[in-house]
C-alpha cells in the first residue's frame, strides 16, 4: 500500500476508468455477460483470461469490492461472499476433506463452532485448544493436520490467540493457516504480518459498519506454497500456482454452493470502507474509556477487554494491534440480571450485531451462546451473566452517562 490507509481506499475506484466519470464503480445486477467472440468466453471459464462468465461466480461491482479488500490485507486476491460465515463454510468445505484434522481455537463465534460440528459430521476430525498459546496448537497437530484455524480477538471473551507464534509454527509444518479478522479488520491488525495464509472477513461488521449490508471475504495473503496442498483438484491446478487455493475457493464456493455476495450489498460495503479508519479509531477509544468505567464500578465483577492492563493478552494486543478494538464484555455480579440491566439502558440498542456504528448490547448465554449448551459455555469462559457490548461511535460522554445510570438503577 503505497499510499496511507483510508487514502489507498478512497482511491481504489479511480485506478481504472469508470463510465461517465463517476466517482464511485456503480452497481452491476448483471447475471449473464455476453462475448462477441465465443474463445474468449471459452477462456474466460478456463480461467485463462480475466472477465466475468455469469452472476454467481461475481459481477464488477463485486470484483471492485474484492480489489479494495486485497488492498487492505496486503494480498494477491480476494473472493467476496453474501455473508461472512458464507466466507468461513466455503473456505472449509473447499479446502477439506474426509479424513482430514484442523486444529481451532476453543475460543469460537458461536456460528463458526457450529460449522465445525457439521464437517465432523463429514468425516472432518477438528482439535480445539487454547490458541493463546502456540505450544497448545503443537501439542495438537496429527499426520494429517491440514490446517489451523483462529481468530484475532475472540468473541465474546476478548481472548487474543499467539498470532505470531501460531504462524512460525504453521510456516515450519507447512500448514495452512486461517485466521479469522473480523475483530480487528485490516485497519486495526493485518494477519500476514504473522505469517496467515488466508485471512477471513465479515464485511457486515467493521468494514461496511452501517449494519445495512452483509457480505464476507476471504483474502489470500501470498504466503502459501498452494502446489505442496493436497487437496487442490486436478481442474484448478492450471491456474497459476499462488492463486489455486483462491481459485478452488471461487469455484466450489459461489460456482457451486452458491454463496454469492449481491452487488447492491457490495456497492454499500465499499462505500463504508471508506470510513473504517475514522470509525475504529472513535470506536476503540470509546471502549478504552467504558472499560475503565466498568472496570472500577462495584456492580461489575469482570471486564474483558484487552486495552485493560490486567488482561492476559494486554502486552500482546498492545504489540499486534493499531489500538484495542470496540469488542468488549462486562460480568455483572450475582443478583443482577443482565436482561434487566440492557433494558434500562436508554442509548445503547440490545442487537446481535457487532461492528456497527451504533453501540449495541446482548446478554450472551441466553442468545448468541444458548444453542452450544451449558457445558460447552463453562469451557469457553461464558458466565450467566456476561453482557457482550460492541462499542459505537457516539459521544463518549453520552455512552458514560448511559451505562451509568442503568448500574445506578439496577
Not at 460480568?331 to 443482577?336: A, K, N, Q, S
Amino acid at each position: 500500500m503505497k499510499a496511507g490507509f483510508t487514502t489507498t481506499i478512497l482511491h481504489s475506484d479511480l485506478e481504472s476508468p469508470i463510465e461517465h466519470n463517476a466517482m464511485h464503480k456503480p452497481m452491476h445486477p448483471a447475471v449473464a455477460f455476453g462475448y462477441p467472440d465465443a474463445g474468449d468466453l471459452v477462456k474466460v471459464f478456463q480461467g485463462l483470461q480475466p472477465g466475468y462468465a455469469y452472476g454467481r461466480q461475481g459481477v464488477p461491482t463485486t470484483g471492485a469490492l474484492e480489489s479494495k479488500i486485497t488492498k487492505m490485507e496486503d494480498g494477491i486476491g480476494t473472493v467476496s461472499f453474501g455473508t461472512g460465515m458464507a466466507a468461513i463454510g466455503s473456505t472449509f468445505t473447499s479446502l477439506l476433506r474426509a479424513g482430514d484434522h484442523v486444529v481451532s481455537s476453543l475460543f469460537l463465534f458461536g456460528n463458526t463452532n457450529s460449522v465445525f460440528g457439521t464437517l465432523e459430521g463429514f468425516g472432518v476430525e477438528v482439535t480445539y485448544v487454547d490458541a493463546t498459546d502456540a505450544a497448545a496448537v503443537e501439542a495438537a497437530l496429527k499426520p494429517n493436520t491440514r490446517m489451523v484455524f483462529v481468530e484475532t480477538i475472540a468473541n465474546p471473551r476478548t481472548q487474543i490467540a499467539d498470532l505470531l507464534g501460531i504462524g512460525e509454527l504453521c510456516h515450519a509444518r507447512g500448514l495452512l493457516y486461517v485466521v479469522d479478522n473480523t475483530m480487528t479488520s485490516p485497519y486495526l491488525f493485518r494477519p500476514k504480518m504473522v505469517g496467515a495464509s488466508l485471512v477471513i472477513n465479515s464485511l457486515t461488521k467493521h468494514i461496511n459498519g452501517h449494519g445495512n449490508a452483509l457480505g464476507g471475504a476471504v483474502t489470500d495473503t501470498g504466503l502459501f506454497d498452494w502446489e505442496k496442498y493436497p487437496n487442490i483438484l486436478d481442474a484448478y491446478k492450471s491456474a497459476k500456482p499462488a492463486m489455486r487455493g483462491l481459485t478452488q475457493i471461487r469455484k466450489k464456493g459461489l460456482r457451486d454452493m452458491g454463496a454469492s455476495l449481491s452487488a447492491e450489498n457490495a456497492h454499500r460495503i465499499a462505500i463504508g470502507a471508506e470510513t473504517l479508519a475514522l470509525r475504529q479509531t472513535r470506536s476503540s477509544d470509546n471502549a478504552l474509556q467504558l472499560a475503565r468505567l466498568f472496570a472500577a464500578h462495584p456492580k461489575v465483577s469482570a471486564v474483558y477487554y484487552p486495552g485493560l492492563e490486567n488482561h492476559p493478552q494486554h502486552a500482546r494486543a498492545k504489540s499486534l494491534f493499531r489500538s484495542f478494538g470496540s469488542l468488549l464484555s462486562i460480568e455483572l455480579i450475582d443478583g443482577i440480571d443482565p436482561v434487566k440491566f440492557l433494558n434500562e439502558l436508554d442509548l445503547v440498542v440490545s442487537s446481535t450485531h457487532l461492528g456497527d456504528n451504533r453501540t449495541l448490547a446482548i446478554p450472551v448465554a441466553t442468545t448468541i451462546y444458548f444453542e452450544m449448551g451449558a457445558a460447552r459455555r463453562a469451557q469457553m469462559g461464558i458466565a450467566d451473566g456476561l453482557v457482550r457490548l460492541s462499542i459505537g461511535i457516539e459521544d463518549p460522554e453520552d455512552l458514560l452517562r448511559d451505562f451509568n445510570n442503568a448500574l445506578d438503577a439496577v
